[in-house]
């Protein structure tokens, strides 16, 4: 698997951003593929996810802010990112694990802090939201 992301730029609080991840994926069976974030400071943690069956979930702290989809036609993961503030600021990563059962997805989204799973990582894209 192989994981691409863009879109990382500086922007204003209140503002918003669109992430790309471009995203091949080799897999047989069920699949989790989301997004991550490390703040400066901070644990990884999960943002969003997507499951084989477009089922999505996400961190609290962005739930009716942030909105995952993906296009497939063109293996594109996406993130957009709505009503940012500082806290919003970090590294993002696209992140796949594709070994993931169906329904264990949303783990990843709220409670994954850095270890545990099986995850293929992107190289990161900076998001920086000033204030």
């Known amino acids: 698997v192989q994981l691409e992301e863009s879109g990382g730029v500086s922007v204003e609080s209140g503002g918003s951003l669109r992430l790309s991840c471009v995203a091949s994926?080799?897999?047989?069976?069920?699949?989790?593929i989301g997004w991550f974030r490390q703040a400066p400071g901070k644990v990884l943690e999960g943002v969003a996810v997507?499951?084989?069956?477009?089922?999505?979930s996400y961190a609290d702290s962005v739930k009716g802010r942030f909105t995952i989809s993906r296009d497939n036609a063109k293996n594109t993961l996406y993130l957009q990112m709505n009503t940012l503030s500082p806290e919003d600021t970090a590294m993002y990563y696209c992140?796949?694990?594709?070994?993931?059962?169906?329904?264990?997805?949303?783990?990843?989204?709220?409670?994954?802090?850095?270890?545990?799973?099986?995850?293929?990582w992107g190289q990161g894209t900076l998001v920086t939201v000033s204030s």
């Open positions: 994926l080799t897999t047989r069976g069920g699949y989790c």
């Open positions: 997507i499951d084989i069956d477009g089922t999505s």
């Open positions: 992140a796949a694990d594709l070994s993931a059962p169906p329904g264990t997805c949303a783990w990843y989204s709220r409670e994954y802090r850095g270890t545990g799973g099986a995850l293929t």
